[in-house]
């Protein structure tokens, strides 16, 4: 099986950062939660991943705990989507906003494919540099309720639908190889997509 190492990273504090260790059968919502066993936030609060370019333009949302009219317009959810859906890039990116409430951004880029080591167990955070802002919103604490939210437009913001440079001449042999050990992944391979069709 193909494990994917991730680098998290928040957009606004770029000396902190965490590199992640997951199984490409593994899920969004699993990502969500180990990203969050490494900075001690919450991690049951709506979040999203949003499959990205090189520019960090948002795409295709994933989503975790959306607002119902996110769910009347079929957005993705965490928990059913495989990562290996949407690689298709040795570098492929996903834009990554965590709590809606008081948000923190993280840009999560794919910076190596590696083959699964006996003996460890995965998620696994393989390195852990700079310690994680602190947020009372992010933590156990009780939220301020005295503040005006400005949040918000972030659910508005349009989605892009547009292509992201992908170069389908891109050598990914080192994808079959591996995912042929994994037995389920074929599975996972039939149900691959670009990520990039129009989701609405």
Do not use: C
Request: glycine residues 6%; without cysteine; hydrophobic residues 30%.
């Amino acid at each position: 099986m193909a494990i994917y190492r991730f680098r998290v990273t928040f957009e606004d504090y770029e000396d902190v950062y965490r590199e992640i260790d997951m199984p490409s059968k593994g899920t969004f919502l699993e990502l969500h939660e180990t990203i969050h066993r490494s900075t001690n936030y919450r991690s049951d609060v709506s979040s999203s991943f949003y499959v990205s370019n090189d520019q960090w333009k948002k795409g295709t949302e994933i989503a975790l705990l959306p607002a119902a009219r996110k769910v009347e317009s079929g957005v993705l959810l965490m928990e059913n989507i495989r990562l290996s859906k949407f690689i298709d890039d040795p570098h492929q990116k996903f834009y990554y906003i965590y709590n809606f409430d008081k948000p923190y951004d993280f840009h999560v880029e794919l910076v190596k494919i590696l083959k699964e080591e006996d003996g460890k167990e995965y998620p696994l955070v393989f390195k852990s540099v700079g310690e994680a802002p602190k947020n009372a919103a992010a933590s156990n604490f009780p939220l301020s309720t005295g503040l005006a939210d400005d949040d918000d437009d972030e659910d508005d913001a349009p989605v892009d639908d547009t292509e992201y440079g992908v170069d389908d001449d891109e050598d990914f042999d080192m994808f079959d190889d591996e995912e042929s050990e994994g037995g389920s992944e074929g599975e996972g391979e039939e149900k691959k997509s670009s990520g990039y069709e129009d989701e609405y």
